[in-house]
C-alpha cells in the first residue's frame, strides 16, 4: 500500500534542509538544499519540489528551547508556517524539532565528514531527522490503533 509522500523541513534563515518519505511512508530520504534568500524564493522551491515530488504534507521542524520557552528561532519558524499555510495548497505541520541538529552533527562525525562539508549536510539530515521522527510517531499511533 503507497501513502502520500511527505516532505519534512529544517528552517534555517540561511540555509533550509529538506527530506522526503519513502512512499510507504516509513523512511524519510535526503531531499536536498535550499540556499535561502527569501521567504518567496523559498516558497517557490518549496512549491516546486512538492510538486515534482506528489508531496501530501510539509513537515517542519520548530526549534522549542530546551527548558520548553519559545526561542527567537522559534517565533521566526512560526511566522515562516503560518506563510507557507497561507500559500500551499497542503496542509503544514510542526514537529519538534529539538537535539535535531545536534543529532546531524553526530552522524556527520561518525561519518567522518570534511568540516568544510558539513555545514551543508548537516540542514539536510536534520531534516532527515526531523522527518523519521515523525514517521515514526505516526506508524507507532497507527500500529497502536490496530491492535
Not at 524519510?28 to 522551491?45: N, V, W
Amino acid at each position: 500500500m503507497s501513502h502520500p509522500r511527505i516532505m519534512g523541513m529544517d528552517f534555517g534563515e540561511k540555509r533550509v534542509g529538506l527530506a522526503i518519505s519513502d512512499s510507504l511512508g516509513l523512511t524519510s530520504q535526503p531531499l536536498g538544499l535550499i540556499e535561502r534568500q527569501s521567504d518567496a524564493q523559498l516558497l517557490d522551491e518549496i512549491s516546486s519540489s512538492i510538486r515534482e515530488h506528489d508531496v501530501h504534507l510539509l513537515v517542519v521542524g520548530h526549534p522549542i528551547g530546551l527548558s520548553n520557552r519559545d526561542t527567537a528561532r522559534a517565533k521566526r519558524t512560526r511566522r515562516l508556517m503560518k506563510f507557507l499555510r497561507s500559500n500551499l495548497d497542503i496542509p503544514v505541520e510542526k514537529w519538534d524539532e529539538r537535539l535535531s541538529t545536534t543529532q546531524a552533527d553526530r552522524v556527520l562525525n561518525e561519518m567522518e565528514t570534511k568540516p568544510s562539508r558539513k555545514k551543508k549536510k548537516r540542514d539536510v539530515i536534520a531534516a532527515q531527522l526531523i522527518l523519521q521522527a515523525y514517521l515514526d510517531h505516526q506508524n507507532m499511533k497507527r500500529s497502536i490503533s490496530h491492535d
